[in-house]
């Protein structure tokens, strides 16, 4: 035996075993920082050639799902959804007994909590996480939430690190990872939207997207500063109007309809938006600041106070 094969054995035996199960691109991602991290890692996929790269680094494949989950006691789902997962593990029964399953699923809260439920009931505990990161920054800069039992993260979160470096518990509550999930992705969807409804005015008088991209950024920039501030009014409940109040900023939506409509550009993002305005400003809070929106976003629609 080499000195340098001695020395990866031995860090081998040193960290806890990880079986992945699932290896889309993202679970290929979370294997491999594993394996460079030197976690002896078990890898399963219904497409058995999707592991061929893995096994070349160092990954055990396994024959079947049960041979997977009963290779550790670290087991890492990345599937296509809470139920995919669950199809491929409630078969199992007691092999999942013991076992830490960490469920990097996309899906909701109650799904999370229906899983934690379901995972408990086999004697496993149970964490569900969130990964805001492609698979590229996996192993580097990704950010990772994890929520369920603090117990189960503490026991592996030097192997759970090694997805990377922004891994945040959140909490014992096990929807909490999906709950942030969505929460950026809404607040991605929206600046996306914002940036395609300008890009979309400004290419009416021929100005390119590029040229558009950097005031954009800078308009992103300036928003976000607001955020902070922004979220103590939410939290205290009170919306002092310390820059404009809603009934400025309606009158400002008012010309971006306007607008989009004359130029022949879609008007309905900027009318819902006006809408949100109509309604808060029609429920008294024409002379609070902007956070004062939050009423509008905590009802469902067509629930009026």
Wanted: proline share 4%.
């Amino acid at each position: 035996m080499t000195t340098s094969t001695h020395l990866e054995g031995n860090m081998m035996q040193n960290h806890t075993p990880v079986t992945v199960i699932g290896l889309g691109l993202m679970g290929q991602a979370l294997a491999g920082a594993f394996l460079r991290d030197g976690y002896p890692t078990t890898v399963w996929n219904r497409t058995a050639a999707k592991a061929d790269q893995l096994v070349a680094q160092g990954a055990k494949p396994a024959d079947s799902v049960g041979d997977a989950v009963a290779a550790g006691p670290l087991v890492v789902v990345c599937v296509s959804d809470y139920a995919a997962a669950r199809e491929l593990l409630d078969p199992l029964g007691a092999v999942l007994d013991g076992r830490v399953l960490v469920n990097l699923t996309s899906g909701t809260s109650q799904a999370a909590r229906e899983t934690a439920e379901w995972a408990a009931r086999r004697g496993s505990a149970y964490l569900d996480g969130a990964i805001m990161a492609a698979p590229a920054a996996v192993g580097a800069d990704a950010v990772i939430l994890y929520s369920g039992p603090r117990s189960a993260f503490d026991l592996h979160a030097p192997a759970l690190r090694s997805l990377g470096a922004g891994t945040t518990y959140l909490g014992e509550d096990h929807g909490l990872s999906s709950l942030y999930d969505v929460a950026v992705l809404s607040l991605m969807w929206n600046i996306l939207n914002g940036f395609l409804q300008g890009a979309a005015l400004l290419g009416t008088a021929g100005v390119d997207a590029a040229t558009f991209a950097p005031v954009a950024k800078t308009g992103i920039g300036t928003v976000a500063d607001w955020l902070s501030g922004y979220a103590r009014q939410i939290d205290d409940g009170t919306y002092p109007a310390l820059d404009s109040t809603i009934d400025t900023h309606l009158a400002a939506m008012e010309h971006l309809v306007q607008e989009s409509e004359s130029l022949g550009v879609n008007a309905e993002l900027p009318r819902f938006v006006k809408a949100l305005a109509d309604r808060a400003v029609a429920e008294g809070h024409g002379g609070d600041g902007y956070a004062a929106m939050i009423e509008q976003f905590r009802r469902p629609a067509g629930v009026r106070p």
